[in-house]
């Protein structure tokens, strides 16, 4: 049987980053929670901690992190419905949901599609932003309970649900592509690769998939511009600064941009990916995120 204070103890180191602030955060020594944690270490014949500079755990206490979450959350809907369950009455406590996401999703289908979900169940959110090629790793480290990605193979524990497809297009301002054409009109690769590429992050490769889709160039080199925020982002464009790829249901936003190469796109095939297991709060966010998704988002091609 698994100590359920070392568990909480391992939980709060994770997700504070330190002994110190998980100190903190439970009320307790410094000394009391490493004891708690070396005794877990200790009972399981493993660690599950890798002690730096900055805290992290292992794959085991990853695997422990994600139960003691879920044993959270089940917990927290066992008392809610002992107290009467169905809407949140308004004394009632808060409960928290992390889930990771692609920014574009954030700012387009997500948050409008659970909204009233957090409202009635007076739950909170914490998202984590991140590539949707690499938000399934907050899920796998158990930092999230589920996940929009591009990762249509379930993880171990999990469930991978399709949500639908994002669809982007290559644009700019009108001056920039008018450069990036020939004097028939036709566009120049080279030309679009001597203006700086507007890109969200380090992690963003839509504008290598667009190259190498449309013009059958692999990761060629060209400069570029930095913008981790989706507002900057696309202003950069619309300021003549380059050329981007913009999810095209927000285009109808933005009537200064052009697109670079007509009727050329990059779809993205976006999936839900969740435990396996899921309390009651969890299973309504799913079906809220699956809801929300296929409102907004094109189906998923089954050929």
């Given at each position: ?5 070392q ?8 997700e ?18 490493s ?38 959350m ?19 406590a ?32 914490e ?16 930092d ?29 301002a009108?001056?920039?592509?008018q450069?990036?054409?020939?004097p ?6 080279h ?15 839509l ?6 889709q ?26 003549g600064?380059?050329?981007?790829m913009?999810p095209?249901?927000d ?23 969740h ?15 699956k ?5 907004s ?7």
């Amino acid at each position: 049987m698994l100590d359920a204070r070392q568990l909480q103890a391992l939980a709060a180191v994770v997700e504070h980053g330190g002994f110190g602030p998980a100190a903190q955060s439970l009320n307790l020594t410094l000394a009391a929670v490493s004891l708690r944690i070396k005794s877990l270490e200790a009972h399981l014949g493993q660690r599950l901690l890798v002690r730096g500079k900055t805290v992290r755990a292992t794959a085991a206490g990853q695997t422990l992190v994600a139960h003691v979450k879920q044993l959270q959350m089940m917990e927290a809907d066992l008392l809610a419905g002992l107290q009467g369950g169905g809407e949140a009455r308004a004394d009632a406590a808060w409960q928290s949901l992390s889930v990771a996401i692609n920014a574009d999703s954030v700012a387009s289908w997500f948050l409008p599609g659970v909204a009233p979900l957090l409202q009635r169940h007076r739950s909170l959110l914490e998202i984590v932003i991140d590539d949707q090629d690499h938000t399934h790793d907050a899920l796998k480290s158990g930092d999230v309970i589920g996940c929009v990605t591009t990762l249509a193979q379930p993880m171990r524990g999990c469930v991978a649900e399709p949500l639908g497809v994002m669809r982007y297009r290559c644009v700019a301002a009108p001056e920039v592509v008018q450069r990036c054409r020939t004097p028939r009109g036709a566009v120049s690769p080279h030309k679009l690769l001597a203006h700086p590429a507007i890109i969200f992050n380090r992690k963003d490769a839509l504008q290598d998939a667009f190259l190498e889709q449309h013009f059958g160039l692999k990761q060629p080199n060209y400069p570029r511009h930095f913008a981790p925020a989706v507002d900057a982002f696309e202003r950069a464009i619309e300021l003549g600064l380059g050329w981007g790829m913009v999810p095209e249901q927000d285009l109808s936003n933005r009537p200064g941009l052009q697109d670079v190469l007509p009727g050329a796109t990059v779809d993205v095939v976006l999936y839900w990916q969740h435990w396996e297991r899921e309390s009651l709060s969890a299973q309504r966010l799913t079906a809220a995120v699956k809801a929300a998704a296929h409102a907004s988002l094109p189906p998923v091609s089954l050929n």
